[in-house]
């Protein structure tokens, strides 16, 4: 029924859909449903330590024996000290009117997150179908390794400059992700907030850009995104707000309440939770802090962690993208073959009227 079949073909999958690696989201439960409903399952290994990913792993395959992927973060080089400073004195009203007192004078230790040679020894051991990344990619013989090892590389591009960046570096399949896509932007030098590309827009120059085959992520939560995504030149979509909701996903119930009362006009991007932008619940702290200066990706926790702690209706972050009024209400493995059986009927309806 698949348009175009060269990403189900390479991924040996049946149904061109791809769970999002949202991570802190994705459990075992979901990744094991999306793939044996005939979809790609993902591990969002991002923000885990390497005892973590082994055990998530260990998890999933008890209840798939489906191709999985294995998702990783690119780490941003430590930015120079004065840079905590200067986000420091930003956030200093809201701790003082919190009654925090003064912010700390430097982020705690970095803890390892960043794709490295014990997560590449990882991906070797276990060899997933399939290993993304998040911020960028390997080096290309890293890549290289990997694709030896029978893995196949996908990684993000949220610009058509770093799509062709990632092609030339030998990856297998782009995902090409919108300006509306929930959570972090993929992109792979720290953006602004008010930088971005939307999605329709994004597909069909990608695709016209790289020969391998484009993944279409951020607004696709229903069979009419996924035909529409690939009326554009996708060969696929990979979804993550479209998943939120099911009863799978580590989705805390504060940010169900949210998704399921949203029309998507209550999200905005925003870079003052983790100092990289990310698409979320407005709240007062991220509306109050646009333009501020930020930490680092991951130091700028050190600012925001304790006011959302402090003032949850003030500082929250409720990731999720702006098609969440399309997220179902379903499990995981029905949702699978619902998107799949409407895109079906919506690639029948316009043949009849051709």
């Known amino acids: 029924m698949w348009p175009d079949t060269r990403l ?7 149904h061109p ?13 979901l990744a094991a449903a999306v793939s044996n409903a005939g979809g790609l399952g993902a591990i969002g290994a991002g923000a885990m330590t390497v005892e973590q990913i082994e055990a998530r792993l260990s998890q999933t395959r008890a209840r798939t024996n489906r191709p999985l992927n294995l998702n990783f973060f690119m780490a941003d080089p430590p930015p120079a000290p004065e840079v905590f400073a200067r986000a420091a004195e930003a956030a200093a009203p809201t701790w003082k009117r919190l009654g925090l007192g003064p912010p700390p004078d430097a982020p705690p230790p970095r803890v390892a997150r960043g794709f490295d040679e014990a997560r590449m020894e990882i991906l070797l051991a276990h060899r997933p179908a399939v290993a993304s990344f998040h911020f960028g990619a390997p080096s290309a013989e890293e890549i290289e390794a990997l694709q030896e090892a029978g893995i196949l590389v996908l990684s993000s591009a949220s610009t058509v400059a770093e799509a062709r960046a990632l092609a030339a570096r030998g990856v297998d399949a782009i995902i090409a992700q919108g300006w509306e896509a929930g959570g972090h932007r993929g992109s792979h030098d720290v953006t602004g907030p008010d930088e971005g590309v939307g999605l329709f827009a994004l597909i069909p120059q990608v695709v016209d850009a790289v020969d391998v085959p484009v993944i279409a992520a951020g607004g696709v939560a229903d069979g009419r995104g996924v035909a529409a995504a690939f009326a554009l030149g996708a060969s696929g979509v990979q979804i993550g707000t479209g998943f939120l909701l099911t009863p799978e996903a580590a989705t805390d119930e504060a940010r ?22 990310a698409r979320a619940a407005r709240s007062p702290w991220a509306e109050g802090m646009t333009g501020a200066p930020v930490a680092g990706f991951g130091d700028q926790y050190a600012l925001s962690k304790p006011v959302m702690e402090a003032a949850p209706d003030e500082a929250s972050f409720h990731l999720y993208g702006q098609a969440a009024a399309l997220a179902p209400e379903a499990p995981a493995e ?10 079906e009927a919506v690639f029948a309806r316009l043949a009849l009227r051709l």
């Open 334 to 343: 029905e949702i699978v073959r619902a998107l799949a059986e409407r895109a």
């Open 17 to 29: 859909i791809l769970q999002a690696p949202m991570a802190g989201t994705c459990t075992a439960e």
């Open 8 to 14: 189900t073909q390479l991924l040996q999958i049946e």
């Open 256 to 277: 169900r309440a949210r998704l399921r009362a949203s029309d998507g006009s209550d999200t905005m991007q925003t870079q003052a939770i983790s100092g990289r932008s």
